[in-house]
């Protein structure tokens, strides 16, 4: 008659086989998820990443804008200096995207948003200066800033499209247990920017 493939080992051997066993599953099933977790992470990272470059090539451009406004005889110099410290505001915030926060994201969010007002408020009074809306230097920093504002829109949703695997990975039972112990914390999605329903471009009237 056979035995049975413990029947030669005593309970202590059998225990010790067992929580071996139970040890190898719980490592692996750690190793797993942690390794899906980083690259889930660094998915966001470079989605954030083309966020941010978005964002300075707008910054870029507005600052070109304003330096071709200047030229302008008696442009409205509260409307410009607007602008410059919205761009101020908006360049100073640095985000680590690994260690975002639900309060820095909308801060973020928030001063982008100032100087998404801020620029709309310049296109629209540059409507009273027939010398600017001839100005082909101008024109053509206008369309790149109509082309970036798409771009930055695209950046964003991709960006949440990558925080959402992400977050399920990590709040899903019982990966939420693991990734506690692991430091994996949820991150917050890119809400609407302030006036962002409004166009940044302006139509010129030539006649």
């Known amino acids: 008659m ?32 942690n390794n899906k977790a980083v690259g889930l992470e660094e998915n966001v990272g470079e989605a954030w990443g083309n ?45 680590d995207p690994n260690n975002i926060t639900p309060e820095q994201l909308a801060q973020y969010n928030q001063v982008q948003g100032g100087l998404s007002g801020a620029l709309k408020s310049l296109l629209v009074t540059v409507e009273r200066y027939p010398e600017l809306k001839a100005n082909q230097n101008f024109l053509k920093l206008q369309d790149e800033l109509t082309s970036t504002e798409n771009t930055i829109q695209t950046a964003r949703t991709r960006y949440n499209e990558a925080i959402k695997p992400y977050n399920v990975h990590i709040k899903t039972f019982p990966n939420s247990l693991l990734a506690g112990i692991l430091n994996f914390d949820s991150k917050p999605y890119f809400d609407a920017e302030v006036g962002a ?11």
């Open 197 to 207: 329903e409004q166009p940044v471009d302006v139509e010129f009237d030539f006649n």
């Open 51 to 95: 966020v941010q470059t978005s964002y300075q090539r707008r910054n870029d451009l507005i600052g070109n804008l304003v330096n071709t406004v200047k030229g302008a005889a008696d442009f409205e110099r509260k409307t410009l200096t607007d602008v410059i410290e919205a761009r101020a505001k908006a360049t100073s915030i640095s985000i």
């Open 2 to 33: 056979k035995k049975g493939v413990f029947a030669g080992l005593g309970c202590g051997a059998i225990a010790v086989i067992v929580i071996i066993a139970f040890g190898a599953i719980a490592f692996f099933y750690g190793m797993n998820f």
